[in-house]
């Protein structure tokens, strides 16, 4: 069975930090996109940050660009996301993602088909 398996959530205080952690399961992932969404309560799930499979290719939604770093060890199945000055509109449950079919990094929710259970991120003010 193919997983995506999250860590690294918590709660923490606005300008903290947390590293979030995604290995794979079941398959390698290491030719093929990753990256993560979230999905704050009473909103819709957005595209949060995405890496191809070479790791050339990064995209961030504006909310986050300059302070969250995406990366990816093909080694180790993982992918991870890097969130530094973290603010209370970042609090969501953050979802992992990869695609069994390309490894193109793209930011639409279709172009995954693989998810991971989410954590949780909690910022406080």
């Known amino acids: 069975q193919v997983q995506l398996v999250e860590s690294g959530g918590g709660s923490v205080q606005a300008g903290g930090s947390l590293r979030l952690s995604c290995e794979g399961f079941?398959?390698?992932?290491?030719?093929?996109?990753m990256g993560w969404f979230r999905q704050a309560p009473g909103k819709e799930r957005e595209f949060v940050a995405v890496?191809?499979?070479?790791?050339?290719?990064?995209y961030y939604i504006d909310a986050v660009r300059g302070r969250f770093t995406i990366s990816r060890d093909n080694a180790k199945n993982t992918v991870y996301l890097q969130m530094n000055n973290l603010k209370p509109e970042d609090t969501a449950v953050y979802y992992c993602?990869?695609?069994?079919?390309?490894?193109?990094?793209?930011?639409?929710?279709?172009?995954?088909?693989?998810w991971g259970q989410g954590t949780q991120v909690t910022v406080s003010s």
């Open positions: 890496i191809n499979w070479s790791s050339i290719s990064t």
């Open positions: 993602v990869g695609s069994s079919t390309h490894g193109r990094a793209v930011v639409t929710r279709s172009g995954y088909d693989v």
């Open positions: 079941g398959r390698s992932f290491s030719e093929n996109a």
